[in-house]
């Protein structure tokens, strides 16, 4: 990870990383946390098919990915999935028809920098499928795929590994 070396407060280059969680100044007591981050995830369901995005940038680029994205200031972690899917997908949906599901620790890298979070993952049925035009600058395609002939190993990120390894034994 890219570490921080001088002080925001008194600019200092004293800055000292714990290895897990903040950085602290022994010259101004200043510190700083680098809490866990709320991301959502959403499993767009119709019948026996998932709609899954090819990620167009790094991190994990070219390797699919549900819909989804970092929780907003003050936004709650529904509204986040009604925000993401149609930011990403054009998609409208009705919070009370999002089922939580579960949640899974992850690791976000980002520029050299990992941002742990908490991914918090959602079922949403539709009922019948649609095709989107997408957003060419984050996502290259966007496919329906049968839950019986998803890749594991073509998944993005390891908090939906794990999450599709419990949800397909499941259905």
């Not at 167009?56 to 986040?80: C, Q, W």
């Not at 976000?108 to 499928?129: A, C, G, P, R």
């Amino acid at each position: 990870m890219k570490i921080l070396k001088y002080c925001p407060s008194c600019g200092k280059e004293t800055l000292h990383w714990d290895g897990e969680k903040k950085w602290s100044c022994p010259e101004c007591n200043f510190t700083l946390y680098n809490n866990v981050a709320g991301a959502v995830a959403v499993v767009i369901r119709y019948q026996d098919e998932i709609y899954l995005t090819r990620r167009n940038r790094d991190p994990k680029k070219g390797k699919l990915d549900l819909a989804g994205g970092f929780v907003d200031p003050k936004e709650s972690a529904e509204e986040t999935c009604k925000r993401e899917l149609f930011e990403e997908l054009q998609l409208g949906v009705d919070i009370s028809n999002l089922k939580y599901l579960t949640s899974l620790p992850n690791v976000y890298q980002y520029k050299e920098i990992d941002y742990n979070t908490i991914d918090l993952f959602y079922e949403y049925h539709v009922s019948e499928k649609f095709e989107v035009n997408l957003e060419l600058s984050e996502i290259s395609e966007a496919v329906w795929i049968p839950l019986k002939e998803l890749d594991l190993e073509d998944i993005a990120f390891d908090s939906q590994k794990n999450f599709f390894e419990g949800y397909l034994k499941n259905i």
